[in-house]
């Protein structure tokens, strides 16, 4: 039999430690995991190799060779461009005339792979995927079986609100040749989100196999150090070159050449590479030293991985950290735990780098320097780029210029040279800094960019629908700390960034693969400011003018010092409003002065109250959010908006359906039903609302925080715009938004947020998703039970280590009974995993 052994990844996930070689030649106990598979596989007698490369292939085959010194054969097969897992397998199509199993070479497993391939042949299958339990299911892909192990879905590596099991695919297949003709020529095709769906469609024999033994993909620098660990504690065996010496109570084992001093200081394993010295009195306990490297004494270190040719100078303490290749630790100095020094660095001494630093290849820290976060461009920078479509950080601290100039080009590379890019910023002078960093990366890359300063983020959005620009960038401060800045990424339909456009930009600056315009192709930058009078007339259209001048509303609108003050006074005055405009002041010299938010509404609602307006409203700085104030200066939640605003559109007989996230009230339903209204509901990232809202069938989407889309102006969150339409569909209804808010069935709505462990939380969700197997359930994001006319959901945070609890009922008491009960199953279900 044949395996086909997958090593062409990039290995972006788990830099620094892939800057000078592929991941699958990143050593495990000084030797290359892929050779840790290649044994496995050939002791199951599987010796035919064909070994799929793409990202620095010459590596592997200068290593491996024909394979003879390993006992095995070696076809090398690398294919022109990256095609994708399946893509890949075609490529070797002729090599592959009979069964044949399918490996990543980055694995680290013990799986008894005969069983497997028994299993295959017993179920006559076509196809079938080596399955596993793990605990964190995010980055792999979640697999559902029935009763006979026949596959039934996938969840191609789910977000948290989608994840409904912990049982994944490894990455290990069996196949039949004749699968290979559902795999186009020459195109990107993927096994788990084209090939395996595609078998499942047509009904192909496709089975999974849960295998039994240790198993851990070796994807990020966690997961590797984590391999350690397991094989320290004994939880899986692998072959070590290096003998095993005779001392009690110790697994020591020695290389040839080696120099050691004092035995006594080893404990537990320790693996010391051929031609090493470990001098004077040490203390040394699980760890791995590499080939040609000296440890001097005084020397502490505990479960480290250190690689081939490097030096640990006296007194130097490191804590279950990883040392790459030709790296010089300073006398004195302190890892701490999680740390990453990657190939080719100096770290001075004295100098501390504290827990989880990474430090990229080719960095110099000076003597007594104290590191607190990675360093990638030579300045600091946390572990991931993206939040959904937003990038975050210090501003100055982490968003430095250098790094936005570089994100820029990375971002500008991800596009076809000589498109066009708006940009735009709030107030904050330190936005206006930035982008223009960010604006000369694009430049650099070949691409023009369309400069809006300062506006607001609607007004962005509405451009980006027209034709003219692939994408957009808007600069602003953060609501919840003034000293952090986002950066704001929208596509060419002025939609958040996709997780995959993210993570295309994220590879491109992690690889610095930037694409460099030449001398004469810069881009360029023009001014645009035409924006402001297109938005008017689109604003303008969509609205009953006759009607809103007729009503002559008078309303009170807190600004919160956003560029919005510059444009929706003029508009709401040409509809016949009055306005009160609240901190409409807008100094670009000083920025955004963020207000307590509920110390503003205090002050709004008194306001409303004297003057005796129709309505008042806080409007967030980037205008894409509302708060509403009724006409008695009482405060609506984001739930009250929400339910008020779609009585209203119902009321005043709007055509169309509405879209709200599966965290919004049942009360929605209940009011559509009587006008025969459809409500589709959303998964709660703000991609999914504003791709509901770009459906023609679609009048409104509405959050539960205060933003609303209609997609006849636009299909995006826009505050102002929804000021203009709630009081136009009050006109129109002929009540006041008290009255409106009388109309909705009443109900009891509550929420919370328990801490969760990352580690924890798919197993959580498949603790919940048991629980529920015999109950009415959703999983349109997280776990929704239905008890009648109550429910409860079960969404676990994307971006925090937290777990978010939502329970509706007829009244008080019983919302808290019901998420007092899961609340309780939550915590339980923890106590079971730890």
């Not at 197993?763 to 929704?784: H, N, P, Q, T, V």
Request: glycine residues 8%; hydrophobic residues 40%.
């Amino acid at each position: 039999m044949k395996a086909v052994i997958m090593a062409g990844g990039f290995g972006t996930r788990i830099q620094p430690l892939t800057g000078s070689m592929p991941k699958p030649m990143i050593p495990l106990f000084n030797r290359p995991i892929m050779l840790h598979i290649v044994e496995l596989l050939k002791k199951h007698d599987i010796t035919e190799l064909v070994m799929l490369l793409y990202h620095q292939p010459f590596y592997i085959k200068n290593f491996f060779r024909d394979g003879s010194d390993f006992g095995v054969k070696i076809t090398y097969v690398t294919p022109i461009a990256d095609m994708g897992t399946a893509g890949a397998v075609k490529a070797a199509e002729k090599y592959l005339d009979e069964r044949f199993m399918v490996i990543s070479g980055d694995l680290l497993t013990d799986f008894n792979l005969q069983k497997i391939i028994d299993f295959h042949t017993d179920h006559k299958a076509k196809a079938t995927i080596t399955l596993t339990s793990v605990k964190d299911p995010l980055q792999f892909g979640v697999v559902i079986t029935d009763k006979e192990k026949r596959i039934t879905q996938f969840l191609e590596k789910p977000g948290w609100g989608e994840v409904i099991s912990d049982t994944i695919n490894t990455g290990i297949y069996v196949l039949e040749p004749e699968i290979l003709k559902y795999i186009p020529e020459g195109e990107n095709f993927d096994f788990s989100q084209d090939l395996f769906p595609l078998m499942l469609k047509k009904k192909e024999a496709l089975y999974g196999v849960t295998a039994k033994g240790y198993w851990r993909d070796i994807g990020n620098t966690d997961s590797y150090r984590e391999a350690y660990h397991d094989i320290f504690k004994g939880k899986v065996n692998l072959k070590i070159d290096e003998p095993k010496q005779d001392f009690v109570g110790k697994d020591l084992r020695i290389g040839a050449d080696v120099k050691l001093e004092y035995a006594a200081g080893l404990e537990g394993t320790v693996v010391i590479g051929d031609n090493s010295q470990v001098l004077g009195d040490v203390r040394i306990k699980d760890s791995v030293i590499g080939r040609n490297c000296t440890v001097e004494a005084g020397v502490r270190l505990n479960r480290c991985i250190i690689w081939d040719n490097s030096y640990v100078k006296k007194g130097a303490k490191i804590t279950d950290s990883v040392i790459c290749s030709n790296v010089r630790i300073g006398q004195g100095a302190t890892l701490e735990e999680g740390v990453i020094v990657a190939d080719e660095t100096s770290v001075g001494d004295e100098a501390v780098i504290k827990a989880d630093v990474k430090i990229w290849p080719k960095k110099t820290i000076e003597a007594g320097a104290t590191v607190t976060s990675n360093m990638i461009w030579g300045e600091k920078w946390k572990k991931a780029l993206f939040e959904g479509a937003i990038i975050k950080g210090l501003s100055n601290v982490e968003l430095t210029p250098e790094f936005c100039a570089k994100l820029g080009c990375a971002y500008g590379t991800s596009l076809p040279k000589g498109s066009f890019v708006l940009g735009g910023r709030d107030s904050n002078p330190s936005s206006r800094m930035l982008k223009r960093c960010f604006m000369g990366g694009l430049l650099s890359a070949g691409i023009n960019v369309r400069d809006m300063k300062m506006i607001s983020l609607p007004l962005v959005r509405y451009k980006l629908k027209t034709f003219g620009e692939v994408g957009g960038v808007h600069f602003r401060q953060a609501q919840d700390d003034p000293a952090l800045l986002e950066i704001v990424f929208l596509d060419g339909d002025g939609l958040d960034f996709s997780s995959n456009m993210g993570k295309n930009v994220e590879r491109i600056f992690f690889k610095e693969n930037f694409r460099r315009a030449h001398h004469t192709e810069p881009g360029v930058i023009t001014d645009i400011n035409s924006v402001g009078d297109f938005y008017r007339e689109g604003f303008l259209r969509v609205l009953d003018r006759e009607l809103l001048k007729k009503s002559a509303f008078t309303v009170v609108v807190d600004f919160n010092f956003s560029p919005a003050s510059q444009m929706l006074p003029q508009l709401l005055n040409g509809l016949g409003f009055s306005v009160i405009a609240l901190n409409a002041y807008v100094d670009e010299g000083r920025g955004v002065q963020i207000k307590e938010k509920e110390q503003a509404l205090t002050q709004l609602s008194a306001i409303v109250s004297s003057l005796g307006a129709q309505g008042g409203f806080w409007l967030d700085p980037s205008a894409e959010s509302i708060t509403l104030v009724d006409e008695n200066g009482r405060i609506c939640s984001g739930i009250e908006l929400l339910s008020l605003t779609v009585a209203l559109l119902l009321k005043t007989g709007q055509n169309g359906g509405i879209a709200v996230p599966v965290q919004a009230p049942s009360t929605i339903e209940q009011m559509a039903a009587l006008k025969g209204c459809q409500v589709v509901r959303t998964k709660s990232s703000d991609r999914a609302m504003l791709e509901a809202a770009s459906s023609s069938e679609i009048m409104m989407t509405g959050t539960t925080d205060g933003r609303f889309a209609f997609p006849r102006f636009q299909s995006a969150f826009d505050g102002m715009f929804a000021i203009a339409k709630l009081m136009e569909l009050s006109a129109a209804a002929g009540v006041t938004l008290s009255q409106a808010l009388t109309e909705v069935p009443p109900t009891a709505f509550l929420q919370t947020s328990l801490p969760c462990p990352w580690e924890m939380k798919g197993g959580i969700m498949r603790k919940m998703s048991e629980d529920s197997l015999e109950k009415e359930a959703s999983f349109i994001d997280g776990i929704k039970v239905h008890f009648g006319a109550e429910w409860v959901l079960v969404l676990p945070d994307q971006y925090l280590p937290v777990v978010h609890i939502v329970a509706e009922a007829r009244d008080h008491k019983s919302a808290q009974r019901l998420l007092g009960e899961f609340e309780k199953k939550i915590v339980a279900w923890k106590k079971e995993m730890a």
